[in-house]
């Protein structure tokens, strides 16, 4: 084998070490900062209400029941903005540190698509999406789509909401 081809392969290998490389450190950008979007670039704060998330198919669409009244806010009571108090106006919240969430929440502990809170039957339950560190509804982890009643703790990362009428 020649010198020449000898420097190419070592050359070639080096390079595709490096592609390996970058692909990982992407991937790794992009699932701990999601996709970087100007329109939700706000300073101020570490969890951020986005009212043009666009609703997700994982679930069908809730049946409400006229009987029941449901949870109208979501307060935050114990994290990054302790006291913040969000209205519940849609049939869904999706929750997770992506720019496409409607409650956005960055932390370590937060997944890009973490859980989905959602209008179901007249009551609000929530599913998590297959985070790696869970949903947990009053310190029990979720793993099918769970009712959450009013004024029980519901973690996710290091914030802990709950619902209120």
Known sequence: MSEL?????????????????????????????????????????????NPDAKSSPFMPPAETTAAKVPARMLVITAGAREGLEIPLEG?????GRSAQSGLVIRDEY????????????????????GSTNGTFVNNQRVSVPTPVPLNTPVSIGSTIFELRS
């Open 5 to 49: 081809t000898l420097f190419i392969l070592r050359f070639g290998f080096l390079a595709l070490m490096w592609v390996f490389v970058f692909a990982i450190v992407f991937a790794l950008r992009s699932d701990l900062f999601g996709h970087y979007t100007r329109k939700n670039d706000r300073a101020g704060g570490d969890i951020t209400l």
């Open 91 to 95: 049939e869904q919240l999706t929750i």
């Open 110 to 129: 937060t997944s890009t698509n973490h859980a989905r809170l959602q209008l179901w039957n007249g009551d609000w339950v929530i599913q998590d999406l």
